[in-house]
């Protein structure tokens, strides 16, 4: 008898543990779904922004930092193209914004100027913009976008790209979690 007490004792916390390891798994999904509706992570598969962000760096998104507003200048998006891939597949790029609704850009001489004004980047490869760009209007809802490495960026100074509709962000990229040594906030 007290051994079938026993048998029935184990049997019981068997039953309750894989319960408790049941909930723990759906818990974790739960939270896993949840997440990636505000985070997507992605990989960068490009030189275009280095020296910011190199290939096969490992990033998250902000899939919802544009809900209430759209992206400000100096943010690092990544985009939907009109580019095909080699599988037909539009190309996702990842570049910097440099011009919101309105702005008034142009580019020559290897300077950009936004409304007028010398726009100072320090965060560009080779410190040079190739391309010229005359006195073109951002139209509302679309961005003005480049690369961080601009000799060999396709961008907005370009037709094959041109400038990002809004509905075409995926999001934001906001952390950089490989290569370990640059690990944080990007």
Do not use: C
């Not at 096969?56 to 943010?75: C, H, M, Q, T, W």
């Not at 597949?89 to 100027?113: C, E, F, H, S, Y």
Request: charged fraction near 30%; hydrophobic fraction near 40%.
């Amino acid at each position: 008898m007290e051994d079938r007490l026993q048998e029935e004792e184990i049997i019981q916390k068997k039953g309750s543990s894989l319960k408790e390891w049941i909930k723990d798994i759906l818990i974790a999904l739960v939270i896993a779904v949840i997440v990636l509706q505000f985070i997507k992570p992605t990989i960068v598969k490009e030189s275009s922004m280095e020296p910011t962000l190199y290939e096969n760096n490992y990033i998250l998104l902000n899939k919802k930092a544009y809900v209430f507003e759209g992206p400000s200048r100096g943010d690092i998006i990544v985009f939907k193209s009109e580019i095909l891939d080699k599988n037909g597949n539009p190309k996702w790029l990842i570049k910097r914004v440099i011009g919101v609704p309105g702005d008034v850009i142009t580019i020559a001489n290897g300077k950009v100027q936004i409304n007028g004004k010398l726009f100072e980047e320090e965060h560009i490869k080779d410190g040079v913009t190739d391309g010229e760009v005359i006195n073109f209007e951002v139209p509302d809802g679309e961005y003005f976008v480049m690369g961080d490495n601009r000799l060999v960026s396709l961008d907005s100074r370009y037709d094959e790209v041109g400038t990002v509709l809004e509905e075409s962000i995926e999001g934001k990229a906001f952390f950089r979690l490989y290569p370990v040594g640059e690990f944080g906030v990007i």
